[in-house]
């Protein structure tokens, strides 16, 4: 069973359309985590988030963490090719300082 | 500052063989981590370390083993390679528990024959 589930698992758009991943629990988080990994490379720490509600903007990307900390998105505004990647959502298993990763959503802007 | 390093880039065993994975790091950080990545799956991790000299089970250790002789390095070891143990091999580190950055290596590409 996987503890923190993304959706979509795919996502293809146009330059300039806007769109939102989910990161979805169960379980309450005492943080999230959002990674951005190109192809060939490791995952980027984009944001964490820590407070229920909290909603924190990097420059197009808006990240939001659920009220109940069980949920998270992220919106990308205008999109652009360069935020073409993997997305993956992180966060510590409850109760421990043992971080789990979701399975990702794979972004492709097509120019 | 490089960060953190992964050797060898790519790699092809045949069933049976062993290899090493070589991860340094040049942040001082305490925490480091080895994860395999395979499609569908995530990330998940193989062992990981809370300082020098310290070892401890991740999701899957099974039939991989490390070794963090010096704080700046932490070793993947497969004693015989299976073609389960195909995948993308990433090393982390962390300054910290809590809610600091992992820093992620370039990753290694094993194939298993």
């Known amino acids: 069973t996987q503890l923190l589930e993304q959706s979509p698992q795919f996502l293809s758009i146009q330059e300039g359309e806007n769109l939102t991943v989910y990161c979805n629990s169960s379980s309450v988080f005492s943080s999230l985590q959002w990674y951005r990994q190109e192809p060939g490379e490791g995952p980027v720490l984009l944001v964490t988030?820590?407070?229920?509600?909290e909603v924190k903007k990097l420059k197009r990307l808006t990240f939001q963490f659920g009220d109940a900390r069980k949920d998270s998105s992220l919106h990308i505004t205008a999109a652009q090719p360069g935020d073409t990647g993997l997305y993956l959502c992180a966060g510590p298993r409850p109760g421990t300082y043992k971080y789990i990763f979701g399975t990702g959503t794979r972004l492709k802007v097509l120019a | 500052n490089a960060g953190v390093t992964q050797t060898p880039k790519f790699r092809v065993l045949k069933t049976g063989q062993s290899m090493t994975l070589l991860c340094a790091q040049d942040?001082?950080?305490?925490?480091m981590y080895w994860y395999r990545q395979d499609p569908g799956m995530g990330l998940r991790l193989i062992h990981y370390?809370?300082?020098?000299?310290?070892?401890a089970k991740g999701e899957v250790p099974d039939g991989y083993n490390v070794s963090r002789l010096k704080k700046q390095n932490f070793l993947l070891g497969l004693e015989s390679a299976a073609p389960s143990q195909t995948s993308v091999y990433f090393c982390?580190?962390?300054?910290?528990?809590?809610?600091?950055?992992?820093?992620f290596g370039p990753g290694t590409r094993l194939t298993v024959l």
């Open positions: 370390s809370v300082g020098e000299g310290t070892t």
């Open positions: 988030v820590v407070t229920g509600g």
């Open positions: 982390a580190s962390k300054k910290e528990a809590g809610t600091g950055a992992y820093f």
């Open positions: 942040m001082n950080h305490e925490y």
